[in-house]
């Protein structure tokens, strides 16, 4: 049994809710694209600008040192947040997207060769196609795709048929962003291992909602977004394992990755700063710990617990719509409904809703050979964080009968 979460002490932590768009009050149902933030994730920030900004690592005056031991701290407690071996396995990147960049452009340039074979899925955001993609066109290597069945769920018996010892590397979504599918990650990890691949996940829809252990899941690499779980934009995550990612090239090059710099030979920092070139993203990455702080005092079972509520309360709800279709059946699946409305495009579901002050995002989500694969051109997306509420889902019920109302 899991605690009744107090949830409008909950909204009142995130200031941004307590305001009316188009004189209604604000729904917020965007969350799979960006979750909003929780004052101390605002003040955190502002606590940084206003009492120590200063640049790190290098400095040893006072402030200098009081932003080098916050900028670390973020680092041990992202550690405990995925279970990893060590504060060397978290590197900080600007995001999912640049995180996938760096596996692909370092440990895909170094060891992955022409006439290897790379598996991605149907479900996959471009973020973790194209990197594929680039590296495909440079090196000649084959990329090859897990097909979904029409619930959404990667079909297992096609995986297997396509691993083979040509098979390099597995790079698959954890949890669909437009789906919401929960995909088998361990089975797929334990597979791809079993011929020899190497493993990226993409964690970045998952990590706000289900518990991650990279340790247990025996992953290789494992990447996330700060701003999908309550933190800032523009900072994210890459866990490798300790000795892959020693044996990777660095990704940038100039100040911070270095050991020693001559014009003859330049000699890399250790891990993580091998992959941290420049100054990053410090206030950001300050800020994150207490965004996983805040997460971790309401307790990741919780909140899943609670989400998993709003999902089927939606799930009944929008279903009993006459013309409308969930997209995405899937067994498993976290807080996240995509449907479409017999002949209305989805956009204008997104402009009727906006007008009613519902944020859903509509579109391809970024998915746009899923939605191929699909047979359609996108969908309406609701998604839920642990601020919202049933009443909000009604809300969003009534803003899709007008929406019936005014367009069929
Ligand atoms: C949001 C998202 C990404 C991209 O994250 P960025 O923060 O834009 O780099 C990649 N994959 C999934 C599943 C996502 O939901």
Not at 377 to 395: L, Q
Request: glycine share 8%.
């Amino acid at each position: 049994m899991t605690l009744k979460l107090d949830i409008n002490k909950i909204r009142h932590d995130f200031p941004i809710l307590e305001q009316s768009i188009n004189g209604k009050k604000l729904v917020y149902f965007d969350n799979a694209a960006t979750t909003q933030k929780p004052s101390v994730v605002i003040e955190a920030l502002k606590n940084y600008y206003e009492g120590y900004n200063a640049n790190i690592h290098r400095g040893i005056h006072h402030l200098a040192e009081k932003a080098t031991a916050a900028f670390e701290a973020t680092r041990k407690t992202v550690k405990s947040f995925l279970n990893a071996n060590s504060i060397e396995e978290i590197i900080f990147t600007y995001g999912t997207t640049d995180s996938i960049n760096l596996v692909a452009g370092t440990y895909g340039r170094k060891f992955i060769n022409a006439g290897d074979e790379i598996i991605i899925s149907t479900l996959e955001h471009h973020s973790n196609i194209v990197p594929w993609q680039m590296l495909c066109e440079e090196k000649g290597c084959i990329l090859k795709i897990i097909p979904i069945n029409d619930e959404g769920e990667i079909i297992l018996e096609e995986y297997e048929k396509l691993l083979s010892p040509k098979t390099k590397f597995v790079s698959v979504v954890h949890v669909s962003n437009a789906l919401g599918t929960i995909n088998p990650i361990k089975t797929i990890i334990d597979k791809a291992h079993a011929v020899g691949a190497k493993v990226l996940i993409d964690g970045a829809q998952a990590s706000s909602h289900l518990d991650i252990d990279v340790q247990a899941l025996d992953v290789d690499f494992y990447a996330l977004s700060a701003h999908k779980l309550f933190g800032p934009t523009g900072m994210g995550v890459l866990y490798g394992k300790k000795e892959l990612l020693e044996a990777m090239p660095p990704y940038r090059g100039g100040g911070e990755m270095i050991k020693e710099v001559t014009f003859e030979k330049t000699t890399y920092a250790d891990l993580p700063y091998k992959f941290e070139a420049g100054t990053p993203n410090i206030a950001d990455v300050v800020a994150f710990k207490f965004a996983l702080d805040y997460i971790q005092n309401i307790g990741k079972t919780n909140i899943a617990a609670y989400e998993n509520e709003l999902l089927a309360y939606a799930t009944e709800k929008l279903e009993s719509i006459e013309g409308l279709t969930v997209i995405g059946k899937a067994k498993e699946k976290v807080s996240v409904i995509s449907f479409v409305l017999e002949g209305i495009h989805p956009q204008d579901i997104g402009i009727i809703l906006d007008q009613q002050g519902i944020a859903v995002r509509t579109g391809h989500h970024c998915t746009q050979p899923l939605m191929q694969r699909l047979g359609i051109p996108g969908t309406a997306r609701a998604s839920f964080s642990v601020y919202n509420t049933f009443e909000e889902i009604d809300a969003l019920v009534a803003g899709i009968l007008k929406v019936k109302k005014l367009l069929s």
